[in-house]
């Protein structure tokens, strides 16, 4: 049986301001009642503000894509969590493969901005995922482990249950190529379990989400994966009637299962 879904809506550099209007006002005429899941929106700096507007009275929470671990200062193009919290921003992506791999994150970067939102009372959203060669020389579950060891550095236990994980292999986020259920069902156990080492205690509550290429066809076989507590959709929720069918898909699984 699944408990709480998480869906997060990663929309990256996409939407402008006039969209996410239109976006967000045709997706809660139509889809209010989400007993099951909670909805993360994640736009783009420039629409935050705007969002936490059209999100008002609804049960979908704002997130971000990023944040830098300095308060204030001469850092040209960064965003601080004291700018993210006055959007009432709840949740912030990090350590996603593209910033890592576009723009040379590292391990120790992405520690530095988990500790930064922790410490700012934002949830942070922890992306850690194999390359296509990584997973070709058998390291993914290395690979996985590594990510985590470094991006969790001097967070405490209790700190870790409240972040939420998505696991996201980097050959599979928007290019349609899905990792199979056994693949995501290994990389979750094993993700789950090196979380429960680091923090010397149990994780089976923490939320491990799954992300790369998740639409409405596949939506229902990802559904059955034991271990997954949701999904991070990039593509497929940048359109709204896309993204109420996976969130209807994933409401009436879980009301079934019950
Ligand atoms: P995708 O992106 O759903 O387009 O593969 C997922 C992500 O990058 O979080």
Sequence with gaps: MKNKFYIAANWKMNKTLKECSEYMDYFTNLLL????????????????????????????????????????GAYTGEISAEMLLSCSVTHV?????????LFGETDRMVNK???????????????????IEQRKNNETLAVLENQLKIGLESVSGEEINKMIFAYEPVWAIGTGE???PDQIAEAHVSVRNSIAGIKMGNADNIPIL???????????????????????????????????SII???????????
């Design 113 to 131: 901005r988990v500790l930064k939102a922790l410490s700012s009372g934002l949830i942070p959203i922890l992306c850690i995922g194999e390359t």
């Design 210 to 244: 799954y992300g790369g290429s998740v639409n409405s066809k596949n939506v229902s076989e990802l559904l059955k994966i034991k271990d997954v507590n949701g999904y991070l959709i990039g593509g497929a929720s940048l359109n709204a009637d896309e993204f109420i």
């Design 248 to 258: 209807q898909q994933i409401e009436n699984y879980i009301k079934e299962s019950k």
């Design 178 to 180: 899905r990792a199979t």
């Design 33 to 72: 009642e989400i007993p099951e899941s909670k909805v993360i929106f994640c736009p783009p700096f420039s629409a935050l503000f705007t969002m936490k507007s059209l999100l008002e009275e609804t049960p979908y929470a704002l997130g971000a894509q990023n944040l830098f671990w300095e308060e204030s």
């Design 93 to 101: 992506i990090v350590g996603h493969s593209e910033r890592r791999h």
